[in-house]
């Protein structure tokens, strides 16, 4: 029977694997310990002057914050401004600290997808290899890298969500877990109202969870369903607030066609086909060249099969988590969360599928074969970070020579894809001015416009006007061979 062939393969592995493995997974994020702040969005968030938050007002600040984000530009997030806003306050200006969180939300993160495979029985050899990929993934892991990225707080609490409404339906007698998904759900729905897209599985992983019917267990505990759905109906309330009072500055949104292509696009990217191909392929045969070995009992209803439970809420994950960011044009990789866990959990049931038909030293050439794509997936990842620290080391060198120069003037020049970024040059000055110096003395000048300050800085080594020499050159560490560095022009 295929229960009981998956069943001898679906044992729980110890809480101890789990930490280890979830330290070492994070362990790829270490290089980013030596990367100074960025210049992308960590100039608005690690200055606590700027919202003029204290440990007094905090709760007021959050709120304050959070009203005047859904006023201007409509998103209601205020657990994530919670988040950033306590960083603030614990890290100050120390961007070690700030890395370090990152770096242990990844941990907890690869924790929270081990519990939940967990959960699901599925093979522990794979659990890992799933949940290396959910962290490592090149599309996915800005969240580890950048600050202002809320699906770094937002992936823990979702999983947990997942896992205790699992829990929920397998201790039906004890209401404990139910209030605990509804509080993890509510944290979700505060970091990012999409989450709102985890409900259907939710209440899959309720409803079948346990040994008993779907039925049985609407019929015993059938009122707690309240404690998912009115949590959820709060982006609902938030989407239909912005449809009857619409401002300019709000996002706009409308479904088109066109908007599934493009999350298509990333979701796909997001999983990492070309990678994982040939561990798929190799688990795919083994399936079809032992299909012999198994035999379904069709006395049994489809609730009992051990794999109904995981495979549906995978696939409820993957249409919901992606028909959610329909209504948005605009698309990011991280956009691909939650649908890319659904693709990571079917990933999972697969190679514990797989597994359990093959001797020992097939099963860990299967292994190896997915670990030579994670290790493939995981170079690309360094070669990020690295790219990433290369690029703002120059500009923090610029920053504090001006900071020990105090010019009268000083310009940075935006522009083609050699000079600086728009964004680089409006949080050079967030940094400029909330380190305590004058950001009058900044102007931010495009590459055709002929500068008159005393000092100009550029990207590329092409003279910004004829009356400018070099003053100095800040090359890139040595990793960063291919990231130009930056130039410092005095006005002759």
């Known amino acids: 029977m295929i229960e009981e062939t998956v069943d001898r393969r679906m044992v729980s592995f110890p809480l101890w694997f789990m930490l280890l493995a979830s ?33 007094d007002n905090f709760c007021t600040a959050v709120m304050r914050q959070t009203i005047s984000e859904f006023q201007h530009t409509g998103p209601f997030r205020p657990v994530v401004w919670a988040h950033w806003y306590a960083s603030s306050l614990i890290h100050g200006h120390n961007a070690l600290a700030y890395r370090m969180e990152r770096l242990i939300c990844c941990a907890i993160a690869a924790f929270c997808f081990l519990l939940l495979l967990r959960e699901f029985n599925i093979n522990p050899i794979a659990s890992t290899l799933v949940a290396t990929l959910a962290c490592w993934s090149t599309a996915r892991s800005e969240i580890w890298l950048y600050h202002g990225m809320p699906e770094a707080y937002g992936m823990p609490y979702a999983l947990i969500t997942l896992w205790c409404a699992l829990r929920a339906s397998r201790n039906g007698a004890s209401i404990y877990w139910d209030v605990g998904a509804t509080v993890f759900f509510l944290l979700c729905l505060g970091v990012k109202n999409t989450y709102v897209a985890l409900l259907p599985a ?59 292509v493009t999350h298509s696009h990333a979701l796909y990217t997001a999983i990492h086909p070309k990678a994982m191909m040939a561990g798929v ?39 919901f988590g992606l028909a959610v960011y329909l209504p ?8 691909s969360m939650p649908a890319v866990w659904g693709a990571d959990i079917l990933l999972g049931l697969l190679l514990t ?46 920053l504090k020579d001006l900071e020990a120069r105090q010019p009268a003037s000083f310009a940075l020049v935006k522009g083609n894809g050699t000079d600086f970024y728009e964004e680089e040059c409006f949080h050079f000055r967030f940094h400029f001015s909330h380190r305590g110096s004058d950001k009058s003395r900044l102007t931010i000048v495009p590459r055709e416009t002929m500068p008159t300050t005393e000092f100009v800085i550029t990207r590329s080594n092409e003279c910004p006007g004829d009356r400018y020499s070099i003053e100095k050159q800040y090359a890139p560490p040595t990793y960063g061979r291919k990231v130009p560095g930056c130039y410092l022009w005095k006005r002759t």
Do not use: N
């Not at 960025?38 to 700027?50: A, M, P």
């Not at 670990?371 to 923090?396: C, F």
């Open 23 to 55: 330290v070492l997974i994070s362990a790829l994020f270490l290089p980013t310990l030596a990367t100074p702040f960025d210049f992308s969005e960590d100039g608005c968030l690690v200055y606590r002057d700027i919202f003029h938050v204290r440990y």
């Open 202 to 260: 939710l209440l899959w992983f309720r409803t079948i969870g346990g040994s008993i019917s779907p039925t049985e267990a609407i019929a015993k505990t059938g009122f707690r369903y309240l404690f998912y759905l009115m949590p959820a109906a709060l982006p609902f309330l938030h989407f239909i607030l912005l449809k009857l009072y619409p401002l300019p500055t709000h996002f706009q949104t409308q479904m088109k066609i066109g908007h599934l």
């Open 281 to 319: 392929v190799f688990s795919l045969v083994v399936l079809l060249f032992t299909r012999h070995k198994v035999s379904l009992d069709y006395s049994k209803k489809w609730f009992d099969d051990p794999l109904s439970k995981p495979l549906g809420g995978a696939i409820l994950l993957l249409s």
């Open 328 to 335: 948005w044009s605009q698309s990011h990789y991280r956009y």
């Open 353 to 398: 599928a797989a597994a359990v038909h093959l001797s020992f030293f097939v099963r860990t050439c299967l292994y190896c074969v997915v670990l030579m794509g994670l290790l493939k997936i995981g170079s690309d990842t360094y070669t990020v970070q690295r790219t990433l620290t290369a690029r703002l080391i120059p500009m923090w060198q610029v």
